[in-house]
C-alpha cells in the first residue's frame, strides 16, 4: 500500500476474481463480457436503479428498472477492456449491491 497525493491507494497487485453472479434474485452474466452484459430480474420484485463505473469513479451509464422489467441488456462495446464496478440499487430498501464487471475482447 502507498498513499499518493493525500489519498490512500489501494494493493492493485492481486489477482481479480470474475464470475456469473446470481443474489437477491438478480442474475448478472456473463462475466466476463465481450458486448452485452445481461441483468435478469425475473425474480426479483421492486424497482432497481443501475449504475456503471470506471475504476477512476467516472459514472459511464445509469438506468431506471421498473418492477415489471424481466431483464435488462447492457452494451459493453464501446468500453474499453477492463474492470467496472457494477452497484444494483433496490429503491425499497436503498440496498446497494456492489460488482467487479471485467470487459474483455
Given amino acids: 500500500n502507498f498513499f499518493t497525493q493525500g489519498f490512500h491507494q489501494p494493493d492493485t497487485?492481486?489477482?481479480?476474481?470474475v464470475e456469473n453472479i446470481s443474489v437477491e434474485n438478480i442474475s448478472i452474466y456473463p462475466?466476463?463480457?465481450?458486448?452485452n452484459l445481461?441483468?435478469?430480474f425475473a425474480d426479483a420484485h421492486g424497482n432497481y436503479f443501475i449504475h456503471i463505473y470506471?475504476?477512476?469513479?467516472?459514472?459511464?451509464?445509469?438506468?431506471?428498472?421498473?418492477?415489471?422489467?424481466?431483464q435488462l441488456k447492457i452494451s459493453f462495446r464501446e468500453f474499453a477492456?477492463?474492470?467496472y464496478l457494477l452497484n444494483i440499487i433496490n429503491t425499497a430498501s436503498n440496498t446497494i449491491n456492489s460488482y467487479k464487471i471485467n470487459k474483455t475482447k
Fill in 13 to 17: 497487485s492481486a489477482a481479480l476474481s
Fill in 31 to 35: 462475466n466476463p463480457v465481450l458486448d
Fill in 38 to 40: 445481461m441483468i435478469d
Fill in 54 to 70: 470506471d475504476m477512476q469513479g467516472q459514472l459511464l451509464r445509469s438506468e431506471n428498472i421498473s418492477a415489471h422489467q424481466q
Fill in 81 to 83: 477492456d477492463g474492470i
